[in-house]
Nanobody
Framework: QVQPVESGGGLVQAGDSLRLSCVASGRTSGSYFMGWFRQAPGKEREFVAAISRSGGNIYYAISVKGRFTISRDNANNTMYLQMNSLKPEDTAVYYC???????????????????WGQGTQVTVSS
């Protein structure tokens, strides 16, 4: 079974940067389409970014495009989310997710993924 584990969250000021990491234990992360989601207090979980198995296809939510960069290192079973120019509205718990089933083209919804991490808190102060 695959178990994603996130790290790298913290408290930063607006305009700062953070890099989140997700290590997928079990089978190699290179076998899976993966994504990042976030959930702010009182709000529903939302899509942030996704990356194909090879890293050749990348998708972003409009709210983070141009500020966040998703990448992966399959040799080390790790996925990253580089977050620049952070805003207070980026404050949320960030989750890493892996799709264990064959990819069919849908990446935006939570039920497109099968394995989830426990989340890491990102807080951006103004």
């Amino acid at each position: 079974q695959v178990q994603p584990v996130e790290s790298g969250g913290g408290l930063v000021q607006a305009g700062d940067s953070l890099r989140l990491s997700c290590v997928a234990s079990g089978r190699t992360s290179g076998s899976y389409f993966m994504g990042w989601f976030r959930q702010a207090p009182g709000k529903e979980r939302e899509f942030v970014a996704a990356i194909s198995r090879s890293g050749g296809n990348i998708y972003y939510a409009i709210s983070v495009k141009g500020r966040f960069t998703i990448s992966r290192d399959n040799a080390n079973n790790t996925m990253y989310l580089q977050m620049n120019s952070l805003k207070p509205e980026d404050t949320a718990v960030y989750y890493c997710a892996a799709r264990l089933r064959p990819y069919t083209g849908s990446y935006y919804y939570g039920n497109d993924y099968d394995a989830w991490g426990q989340g890491t808190q990102v807080t951006v102060s103004s």
